[in-house]
């Protein structure tokens, strides 16, 4: 009697470590899509990802950089004073967007150009996403924003 309820108790144990492992793997596939890591321009042109891995940039929109082509698509660089990227973005540009600024971008880098899918600007004139201000102190370029 003592026998089964220790096999019983081993067989419980077995099942809930093996549910736990399966639950994790289901967990990691499914948010694998949805995790978007960012990278400064000198990192992109460091080690280039995969074109069809999709990510996000960040940095300060290069002055005189800004072209507005047929329809709705911009071209423009980004830069955190160590290299520039160049992106390519069809859509509606944020209200803020402009030269000078920060912006986030998601999408994939193709043949050395980044392809913007989504396109954020600064929302009021401190802020910027702290990634940004981190690659910016990162190559040194960063400068705190009067109060």
């Given at each position: 009697m003592k026998n089964l309820k220790k096999q019983r108790r081993i067989q419980i144990l077995a099942l809930a470590a093996v549910s736990l492992v399966v639950a994790t793997v289901?967990?990691?596939y499914a948010m694998k899509d949805g995790i978007n890591y960012f990278r400064?321009?000198?990192q992109v042109?460091?080690?280039p990802p995969a074109p069809s891995e999709v990510f996000r940039i960040g940095g300060l929109v290069s002055e005189g950089s800004l072209v507005r082509g047929e329809g709705e698509t911009v071209r423009f660089s980004v830069t955190d004073g160590g290299a520039t990227v160049q992106v390519t973005y069809a859509g509606v540009l944020p209200d803020l967007f402009e030269e000078n600024q920060g912006?986030?971008?998601?999408g994939?880098?193709?043949?050395?150009?980044?392809?913007?899918?989504e396109i954020l600007a600064k929302h009021d004139e401190t802020y910027m996403p702290k990634e940004v201000v981190d690659a910016l102190k990162a190559q040194g370029v960063y400068q705190e924003p009067e109060s």
């Open positions: 289901l967990i990691g400064s321009p000198s042109t460091e080690a912006m986030v971008g998601t994939r880098l193709v043949d050395g150009v980044f392809e913007a899918s």
